[in-house]
DNA sequence: CTGAAAGCGCTTACAG
DNA sequence: CTGAAAGCGCTTACAG
């Protein structure tokens, strides 16, 4: 590894000189400058990372947190981690992936250790503890989600109350009364998974305002099995189920969709289909009507929301901003038969 | 940002005595000792890890190097992330993410900067200009797949070759002799991806041997379109077909199993189907026979070997470990009908 | 136009 | 049992 030192013995200068010379601050004679060029182009010499840190130069790193719970969709992490990786990567930050249970400790020795200028939070919780350990630390924290607890970081999201409110709305409007709320799995309610309680929870109360009853019911699993006996256990509580909104994944709503076919009942015209929360169903064998999670478009703004914190042009900590989501159709929603 | 100095003054001791404490490199009187501990708890104090680093002490970071390609498929990314990144934790190493379409460049930026101890080479191709980079690098590196300019870097996979081998060996025990391969989407084979041409071609090749016709076929997308047009071609191009591989996702196999049935074709009476270099169809409606990517099993050992390395239990670069692969039954493997 | 030197926060050989 | 000081590789105010 070739050092300033190195370089300066080459060029026959002082390391001053090669300094300013690579960070172009001090005009430099055109000769200098280009013996110092060269003999830096011949070492491969790039200039400490730790050394100018030391210094109190920003690291240009970015901690990622990024909680592993029972319920987590891996197959849609990376998602998040590449809008994240490539929108950061824009402004020369990187990227250190800290996957962890639950994140505090971790937070906080990537901060203190002084390995990381900023924060990103995925995966939020309604109350999550990291949005309480951001506050201690003296790096600005993004959530990518939105606690209850959010004035001690910027919060960025698709505004998920909204989605739900509209889901019902939508299916209100298509004349349907009874509806089945199919959740994720695990411990995701629970444990308070910010969108998803979120969304279910005003898809519920807008359900009440508007007189449509919304059964909820979180998965077992996502396998054909468990399709089944949740169908057969929603069917027998309300025979007269004409929508079912599914907060779940591809492979689950493939799944869905057969068992419904198995119990005799087409899509539409007897029963509407229709996701929420999830992460595309384009790719499917049938797709349904959706309001999917936008990663990129919300890791983006959360990125660019950072920076403006970093480069000191906001300090308004305690800030949310909610994304409106969208409605793609896929023509399985449909007027309630009869 | 509490430093060394704080802690001392507060301790009323010297920086060399809170560094002693810290590290317990020499023994110090209780009395002093607890005062220390005491007043670096009060601070928070944590060590700098720049200036340890600056002093030539590792990172404790490794860079994993991810290329993104056109025909990458996110849902299983995050798979190897996590193996990856829990098992170095394991060992107290942190994960930086590098995300990008070609890796050279960002590799010698955050080696030669000084930001990480080791690298991580993910979706490896035959002929990887990263192993080529690597050589000129002083931190070691491991591939997780087995390029064929294998020398700069340890290298740990799956045997595909002996994959592709024991898929056709296997086929030629239950009678089949035409057997048709579907490939991955996009310009994997044509950029090398290692794993799906390793398997391919030694299917190919064991074929040949055993005088079993393997017809191949890239796939143009994972849709129930893409897939009707491939097996339409494939069918008309031989109609004694009696065995599928798919190389490629849970969906895309979910999708073929409903056009097979579009035909009239039953699994595995009338056609035999299996997966290779798959991540897992036991999710699926309805799961097939496989031999998987075993990214849990494969990221342990190469970040193990990785900790050997800069442990420095083993100094051979260029070794190469494979694994070897396993077959999941789920039935969907047959006699060939007749 | 360029150089000598202080200092960032640590660790560790040297001294007592 | 503990402290004063050198040094890791840089940047930048100070001097010429």
Redesign the interface.
């Known amino acids: 590894?070739a050092g300033i030192k190195d370089v300066a013995a080459r060029a026959g200068v002082s390391i001053s000189t090669v300094s300013y010379v690579m960070s172009g601050k001090r005009s430099i004679k055109a000769a200098t400058k280009e013996r110092v060029m060269q003999a830096a182009r011949e070492l491969?010499?790039?200039?400490?990372?730790?050394?100018r840190?030391?210094r109190g130069e920003p690291?240009k790193?970015l901690a990622?947190s990024s909680p592993?719970h029972d319920y987590t969709d891996?197959?849609?992490?990376?998602?998040f981690?590449?809008a994240l990786?490539?929108r950061a990567?824009r402004y020369g930050y990187?990227?250190?992936?800290?996957?962890?249970e639950y994140g505090d400790q971790e937070l906080?020795?990537?901060v203190?250790?002084?390995?990381v200028d900023g924060i990103l939070l995925l995966d939020v919780l309604m109350v999550d503890s990291r949005a309480e350990v951001a506050k201690?630390l003296?790096v600005p924290t993004v959530a990518v989600g939105y606690p209850s607890n959010s004035d001690g970081v910027y919060s960025v999201d698709l505004d998920f109350e909204r989605m739900g409110r509209e889901v019902i709305e939508k299916a209100y409007a298509l004349g349907h009364r009874k509806i089945l709320m199919v959740g994720s799995t695990g411990f995701a309610y629970e444990d308070g998974s910010n969108y998803l309680v979120r969304c279910r929870d005003a898809a519920v109360k807008r359900g009440a305002d508007l007189g449509v009853s919304v059964m909820f019911k979180s998965s077992t699993g996502?396998?054909?099995a468990d399709v089944k006996l949740l169908l057969d256990e929603a069917f027998s509580e309300e025979p007269d189920l004409s929508m079912i909104i599914c907060q779940t994944n591809?492979?689950h709503i493939?799944?869905l969709q057969?068992a419904l076919q198995d119990r005799g009942l087409r899509v539409p015209q007897d029963i509407s289909l229709m996701g929420a929360c999830t992460y595309g169903t384009a790719?499917?064998?049938r797709p349904v009507d959706e309001m999917p999670m936008q990663p990129s478009q919300v890791c983006s703004r959360a990125v660019d929301l950072l920076m403006e914190v970093l480069e000191g042009h906001r300090r308004d900590v305690g800030y949310v901003e909610l994304m409106s989501p969208e409605y793609l159709a896929r023509g399985t929603m449909g007027l309630r038969g009869n």
């Open positions: 590894m491969g010499y790039t200039p400490s990372l730790n050394a840190t030391l690291t790193v990622l592993i891996y197959s849609n992490y990376a998602l981690f590449f990786a490539t990567k990187d990227i250190l992936l800290l996957m962890h906080t020795r990537v203190s250790s002084g390995m201690t003296d996502y396998g054909m591809s492979a493939q799944n057969v790719q499917s064998t």
